[in-house]
């Protein structure tokens, strides 16, 4: 059972938005 697989996938997908939103910020 990896429940975790779908916190890390949201995880990752809101530290890419992140990170995707400081470099069009700047």
């Given at each position: 059972?990896h429940s975790?697989?779908l916190v890390?996938?949201?995880?990752?997908?809101?530290?890419l938005r992140?990170?995707?939103?400081?470099?069009?910020?700047?």
């Amino acid at each position: 059972m990896h429940s975790l697989d779908l916190v890390e996938l949201a995880i990752i997908e809101r530290y890419l938005r992140l990170l995707t939103a400081g470099s069009a910020s700047t």
